[in-house]
């Protein structure tokens, strides 16, 4: 996720946290929903959307698909399954999820 956010050093209501690893992933999510939960309870909207947003990371990996990244992102992004279970909801798998699995 690319986040533009305000913030002050001096406060430490909404962090990162830890438990997420350092290859990225979930991390993004989790400080998202702690400023959704937050801000909204003092009355202040911080969130925008834009779609239309590109960021290139050519230093990783030369810039060809770094699959241990994506894996990181991916167990890092599972993490917040415990750490936020009223945002999460089970459904069946897609066809292409089906196929595989079959």
Not at 15 to 21: E, I, L, R, S, V
């Amino acid at each position: 996720a690319n986040l533009l956010v305000s913030g002050s050093r001096f406060n430490h209501t909404i962090q990162f946290k830890d438990c997420y690893p350092k290859t990225g992933g979930g991390e993004d999510i989790d400080f998202v929903y702690q400023y959704k939960q937050f801000y909204p309870s003092i009355g202040v909207h911080v969130t925008a959307s834009v779609p239309e947003a590109v960021v290139r990371h050519p230093w990783w990996n030369a810039g060809k698909v770094c699959y241990n990244h994506i894996r990181g992102w991916a167990w890092g992004d599972s993490m917040c399954i415990t750490e936020w279970p009223s945002k999460t909801f089970l459904t069946f798998p897609n066809w292409v999820e089906h196929v595989v699995l079959i």
